[in-house]
């Protein structure tokens, strides 16, 4: 609108899907019945295919790309400020999949050795 002291962006008039059905999608979404029972198969499978350092670049190279382009969705300084403490949480995140994964092969879960 001109003159108007209104800015409009598209990032308010479309709200994402993932906050506008909010129980939906903090349900399990993706895993299959056997991937539900036995959730380990699913980090077996992840660090067969992928090793920590492989993320960590990968995980990087988004923030980067998001906080150094044009983006609307991360233009306020809150929002990329958001983004790294998500992409902290999500590499502390792989980590520990990491070391649950390696205990479990192990067979020294941190359950059993709390027990002996």
């Not at 906080?67 to 995140?93: I, K, M």
Request: proline share 4%; aromatic share 10%; charged share 30%.
């Amino acid at each position: 609108m001109p003159g108007s002291p209104y800015i409009l962006t598209l990032k308010h008039v479309f709200m994402s899907q993932f906050l506008e059905q909010k129980e939906l999608f903090d349900g399990v979404l993706n895993l299959k019945e056997e991937e539900k029972r036995d959730p380990m198969v699913v980090l077996e499978r992840f660090f067969s295919d992928y090793r920590l350092h492989e993320w960590r670049h990968s995980l990087w190279a988004m923030v980067e790309t998001c906080l150094t382009t044009e983006n609307s969705e991360f233009s306020e300084p809150e929002e990329r400020g958001n983004l790294l403490l998500q992409y902290r949480d999500l590499e502390r995140l792989l980590e520990a999949g990491s070391l649950l994964l390696q205990q479990y092969n192990q067979g020294k879960s941190p359950r059993e050795q709390e027990k002996k």
